[in-house]
């Protein structure tokens, strides 16, 4: 007994900083998970949860049934999946090119720059695009296009624009954020491994297939999971702020999120919007498993769990 009570007194600097996030992760994480019983409610504000009549299957029924179902899952899918690429590429090629091609000194302020667009919110984003695509008083419009000899476009109703847009903003908003974390994993390799190859007459291309891509692997694999259980989930600001909620471009903007969004303020069904949340969550969890289960039969040391 007084060698544990001994070993607690001296790990308790970390129990107490590990508190604060335990605490934070029990209140916003596992409490609420019981109001995952609205999904199979017929929720009325009066009665309560508890006091609601029971939906059974009604609220999914309902999410799936509509002709939107296959738009909104495909558009939700394809989307997701296109940012994963394409966030991942670049922010590996964007994190190697600042580490071995800028100077050291200089390395925090690139890294800043880079993080800047990250912390953008979706919001200003979209004020930014509106100003770039507006039809009357837009950049593209009123000085880019003219200068081409092309007509102006009105973009806010022209769905097939929309994909390459959305990718683009997508990519501008978040790109900072892997960037940085695969700078941090570079940065974590040992230098005397470029050394060496440099002695043996490594080229830089050499130099980055055989040390610097796989050392930051594991980043890779741990960010590519954590993105696929989410698959299901989108930037609600990006597909709602971005394209202003225009109607008429909604089978290219329109995903789970804003379709429960807009059902949710249309009319006010709390349970249909808990039965999404409820099919995002199950299918993201059965994803991450899938996922790291294929990670784990082609390297195992380089699975998550």
Known sequence: MKSKAKKFRRYLPLYLMFLPGALYIL????????????????????????????????????????????????????????????????????????????????????????????????????????????????????????????????????????PAIL????????????????????????PSYYEAAQLDGATKWQQIRSITLPCVVP????????????IFYSDFGLFYQVPRNSGMIFSATNVIDTYVYRGLMEQSNVGMSAAAGFYQSVVGFILVLTANFVVRKVSKENALF
Do not use: C, H
């Open 27 to 162: 209140i916003n994480n596992y409490v609420p998970m019981y109001g995952l019983i609205v999904a199979f409610k017929q929720y009325n504000v009066r009665k309560g949860i508890w006091g609601s009549a029971w939906a059974g299957l009604k609220n999914f029924r309902f999410l799936f049934a509509t002709p939107d179902a296959m738009v909104i899952t495909r558009n939700t899918i394809l989307y997701n999946s296109a940012f994963i690429i394409i966030n991942t590429v670049l922010g590996i090629l964007f994190a190697i090119f600042i580490y071995d091609t800028i100077n050291k000194r200089l390395k925090k302020i690139y890294q800043s720059a880079i993080l800047f667009p990250f912390l953008m919110s979706a919001v200003i984003l979209g004020y930014i695009v509106y100003a770039f695509l507006s039809q009357s008083t837009g950049i593209v419009n009123n000085t880019i296009l003219p200068a081409l000899g092309m007509d102006s476009i009105n973009w806010y109703s022209e769905a097939k624009y929309w």
């Open 219 to 230: 980043i890779i694999i741990t960010l590519t999971l954590m993105s696929v259980g989410r």
């Open 167 to 190: 990718i683009f903003v997508n990519t501008w908003k978040g790109i900072g954020y892997g960037t940085l974390i695969y700078i941090s994993g570079i940065n974590g390799i040992d």
